[in-house]
């Protein structure tokens, strides 16, 4: 009887009056992130690869933006076919308060590991760097930079650039038309 009591002691303690004891403490979303609201829907990707020394590839894809993780995330699903090479990505896009910057992971079906970049938000831009990293198959280090910028209505410029230390280059860039 007493450690039945002292569980009901406990959960009564630790719950907050009103609040769903399954869903854990409550934070807000950070306010930031409604800033990178013009971000979300399915969007026709219209895109070019460029590869040193040959002429830019051009790709389609779609990609498909929305809220995540009860408002805290904006997640971001990637499908194309790359040249023959079908690509899927994921990318989880937040901000932190603290370091009062956006953070983003990317994940795609290319290679193991992932990706972290932060970056800021100018206007309707959004910019997003990495750190410089291996990547399996490249020789040295190397950092990205991806650029989200809303360009009209229903209408975004994406870029990916990579700097292997000789400056940045373009990787990927491209138009996405809102469905």
Known sequence: MRALLAVF?????????????????????????????????????????????????????????????RGMWIETRHDSDMGGMPMQGLQMTSYDPGKKKYMAYWFDSVG??????????KGQTLVLTSDRVEIPGMPGKHAFRATTSLKGAGKLLFRL???????????????????
């Open 9 to 69: 002691v406990f959960a009564a303690v630790t719950i907050a009056p009103g609040q769903d004891p399954e869903a854990g403490p409550m934070m807000p979303p950070p306010k930031e992130l409604k800033a990178l609201y013009f971000m979300k829907g399915e969007w026709d990707a219209d895109l070019k690869m460029f590869e040193p020394g040959k002429p830019p590839l051009p790709f389609k894809g779609t990609v498909k933006t929305g809220d995540a993780l």
């Open 161 to 179: 650039e990579m700097n292997s230390g000789k400056g940045w280059h373009p990787m990927i860039e491209g138009t996405m038309t809102k469905k």
């Open 112 to 121: 193991p590991g992932g990706l972290e970049l932060w970056g800021s938000l």
